[in-house]
């Protein structure tokens, strides 16, 4: 009796991994510095506040991983120190451009590093990135374009805006950065020395920089010490999630965070248009695309499947 010839099928199927749900839960979080560190700025200089906040961190999370700190490797000490020097770039530059532009630009410049990633993946490393993440960069672009509003078309690159491009730039180098030593070095002993470090070259900062210490505020404390612990449970989270969760695929879950800075804005009085609506619809929409994998159900899928070298697992 002749078979029927196989037919290829062809299904789509969505997953999010723990990892992914974690990343999703700390862009919530960042999502809602923006509005304190603008708002904090009106006391405090960008550099001091940069390495207090960061001083507060590597304390917290010193505390808590205390006895793991004696089996420091080299490696450990390497890839802490070079993760560190983006931490302060990225969050030092994009402080400094947030006392002369407002959130709203500073959001939408800073997450420029959606792109930047495999871009700077593809340039630097050689590593080109699967189909679906692409398109979902291209959503995640445009929708990041939109949410920013109409003032964000027509950037005229003022030093505050061109300060907050070289930040994104430093920020998805320590995506990639946390990608390539994830799984070689201990979460809580790396992540201690990039907070140290941060701190350490923030602070070193204020003298090149010119820039006056402040005088004492409840405001600078506070948002020192809860922004400090904010960060430390989004730099351990990174550390860990993106052991197994690819670099783009990360970015493209960081690029929820204008969604959430847009929301705490809404809260917080200020009003998002109809427009800004749709672009962080078309955000969520790209996390969602970026996370579909085609599967073809022949017996020529496991030839198909085979690992092609300089590409990102999807």
Known sequence: ????PSQSKTTVSFRLSKAELVLVFITMLWGGTFLIVHN????SGPMFFVGLRFAAAAVFVGLVSARALAGLTMLELKAGVLIGITIMLGYGLQTMGLQTINSSQSAFITAL???FVPLLQWLVLGRRPGLMPSIGICLAFVGLMLLAGPSS?????SEGELLTLVSAVAIAAEIILISRYAGQVDVRRVTVVQLATASLLSFAMILPTRESLPDFSWLLLASALGLGLMSAI???AMNWAQKSVSPTRATLI?????VWAGVVGRLAGERLPGMALFGGLLIVIAVVVSELKIRRSDHSQQANNAPVDGETSQ
């Open 153 to 157: 078309a027509g950037l005229h690159f």
């Open 40 to 43: 904090v700025m009106s006391v």
């Open 234 to 236: 989004i730099q351990v």
């Open 113 to 115: 590093y959606v792109p």
């Open 1 to 4: 009796m002749n078979q029927a």
């Open 254 to 258: 960081y690029a929820g965070e204008p």
